[in-house]
């Protein structure tokens, strides 16, 4: 099912979008939208499953144990000094 809908457009957005009728590259202006729309839908989707994550990560670390400063740089030193040995730095 298709909607007829009525938008604006700068006249920079218009140019875009006729250049790339006039290519070829699309069949017509709302195709160049439609194509556009689906890109934003699919973008904010991923964004979305982004957040999901990075909420999901900073539950399960406020629930870990809690990691002093000075714990957090001795375990890193200790890291650094077992891959610079790795690579024989």
Known sequence: M?????ISLTD????????????????SLSAVLQQGLELLR??????ELERQALLAV?????G???????EMKSSITS???RKRRAHGL
Do not use: C, H, I
């Open 12 to 27: 920079e957005q218009d140019a875009f979008a006729r250049a790339l009728v006039e290519k070829g590259r699309y069949a």
């Open 2 to 6: 298709t909607v007829k809908s009525s």
């Open 64 to 70: 870990g144990a809690f990691v002093s400063g000075t």
């Open 79 to 81: 890291v650094a000094q």
């Open 58 to 62: 900073l539950e399960r670390r406020r």
């Open 42 to 47: 699919v973008k904010s989707e991923g964004e």
